[in-house]
Nanobody
Framework: QVELVESGGESAQAGGSLRLSCVVS????????MAWFRQAPGKEREGVAA????????YYADSVKGRFTISQYDAKGTVYLQMDLLKPEDSAMYYC????????????????????WGQGTQVTVSS
């Protein structure tokens, strides 16, 4: 059974940092496109970052480039999202998602391409 479990969301001050974790079980993410999405109240779910695990290619939304970093720790089957220089507009529910490797390309930010999702972890950034 595939399971993605996120953690690490909490309240932070603007300019601060948080690291989100996503533990993947049920399959090895090596053949997957792993991504982080976020959704704020009243807004659509948007792609934040993605990683094609097999070759390490990464993708970022323009709004987070230079501030967020997606990475993985193979021994733990965990995908991370390091978030630095946080802004109030980063406040949202953050979701980990997995898709076939080929999704990591032009369609990486389309949530409809991702079959497996975690339950989400809340990030709140205050000014």
């Amino acid at each position: 059974q595939v399971e993605l479990v996120e953690s690490g969301g909490e309240s932070a001050q603007a300019g601060g940092s948080l690291r989100l974790s996503c533990v993947v079980s049920g399959y090895h993410y090596y053949t997957r496109c792993m991504a982080w999405f976020r959704q704020a109240p009243g807004k659509e779910r948007e792609g934040v970052a993605a990683s094609r695990i097999i070759d390490g290619t990464t993708y970022y939304a323009d709004s987070v480039k230079g501030r967020f970093t997606i990475s993985q720790y193979d021994a733990k089957g965990t995908v991370y999202l390091q978030m630095d220089l946080l802004k109030p507009e980063d406040s949202a529910m953050y979701y980990c998602a997995a898709a076939i490797s080929a999704v990591c390309g032009s369609t990486w930010s389309n949530p409809k391409e991702f079959a497996d999702w975690g339950q989400g972890t809340q990030v709140t950034v205050s000014s």
